[in-house]
């Protein structure tokens, strides 16, 4: 499963890119770009069971649902019916091309941050993966490219033709994905 994720990360670098993605493009470098998006969800507490972490929502759109709050979330006395809940997430996908640093890798980092005691009950969570693959060869007129990851095994792409400045990926080159994912969830007063 890690090989096929890591395999499906760097094949977006030879696709198409969306025509609504936020793509920012460095000239004085070799080839890269960034995809964001974010989502913002609000809700009202609307009834809070402190003993089993219990916590009742009714969103913007009038839906009530109830979520079990984490072990790790602090300050659960403190969540009072009325409170807004705010939940956003935000993900991150980084694709770029640089001159060779160490081969091909993989691997993951997570952060997790929770409210101290006192303040309002918050919680983050980051996690963001990362995968090298080298560049093997590549065939400029037939917009190919072969790369090796972090398992050895060579993998063939076609290069879609919206990817720009193509010519200036080298053999040797390394293609990096970075995607990054957070989730943050915090309890405010209305």
Known sequence: MQRIFSWLLLLAIVVAVAPSALAQEDKSKKPGMVVTDQV???????????????VTLRGQEGNVFTVRADDRV???DQV??????????????ALFVRS???????????????????????????T?????????AIGYLSRTITLRGAD?????????????RFNEVKVGDEVVSR????????IQKP
């Open 40 to 54: 913002v969800v609000k809700a009202t507490v609307g009834a809070v069971d402190y003993e089993n972490r219990l």
């Open 80 to 93: 009072k019916v009325g409170d807004l809940a705010v939940a956003e997430y935000y993900k991150s996908t």
């Open 100 to 126: 060779a640093e160490g081969g091909p890798s993989s691997g993951q980092t997570e952060t997790v941050r929770v409210a101290p005691r006192g303040e309002k009950p918050y919680i983050v969570e980051v």
């Open 152 to 164: 050895g095994k060579p993998v063939n792409f076609l290069v879609d033709p919206s990817v720009k």
């Open 74 to 76: 602090k300050n659960l």
């Open 128 to 136: 963001t993966r990362e995968v090298t693959a080298t560049v093997e």
């Open 179 to 186: 995607y990054t994912e957070s989730v943050a969830v915090s």
